[in-house]
C-alpha cells in the first residue's frame, strides 16, 4: 500500500510523486537537522529547561511513547511540504486539490490501474 509493492501510506506515495521538487530538498534538510538535534538530545535539553514543559501531558508522552525521536516521519515530511506552498493546507487531500502532489509522476502507475480496474468493473 498504496503503490501495491512497497511499505507505507499515502502520504509516502504523495512524497514520491514530488520527489524532484526542489522543496522536497529543503524539507529533507529540516528532518536531517531535527533528527540530529532529537539524537545529541538537544530537543530533550530544551523542553527539560522550562518547568512550564515538565508539567504538560504532551511533553511526558512525547519523550515516553517516541523515545525522543519523530514518530511518522512520512506525515511529518508530507506536512512539512504542505506547509510551505504559496497557500497552506491541512492535507494530502487538500493538497491534491490544490494540484501540490504531482498526479503524472510514474510513482502513481500503480494506483492508477488498481483505480481503473474498479472503474472498469464496477
Keep these: 500500500m498504496p ?3 512497497d511499505k507505507g501510506m499515502l502520504e509516502d506515495l504523495c512524497l514520491k510523486s514530488v520527489k524532484d521538487s526542489p522543496l522536497i530538498k529543503c524539507v529533507d534538510r529540516l528532518f536531517e537537522c531535527a533528527n540530529q538535534m532529537y539524537e545529541n538530545g538537544e530537543v530533550k535539553k530544551y523542553f527539560e529547561k522550562y518547568e512550564y ?4 501531558e504532551f511533553y511526558r508522552k512525547i519523550f515516553s511513547e517516541s523515545n525522543g525521536k519523530i514518530k511518522n516521519i ?3 515530511k508530507a506536512q512539512a511540504y504542505l506547509s510551505v506552498m504559496p497557500i497552506i493546507v491541512k492535507s494530502v487531500g487538500e493538497g491534491a486539490k490544490k494540484g501540490y502532489w504531482n498526479f503524472e ?8 490501474k488498481f483505480l481503473e480496474y474498479f472503474k472498469n468493473t464496477l
Design 3 to 5: 503503490n501495491n509493492k
Design 53 to 56: 514543559f515538565k508539567n504538560k
Design 74 to 76: 512520512a506525515k511529518a
Design 105 to 112: 509522476s510514474e510513482e502513481l502507475n500503480e494506483l492508477k
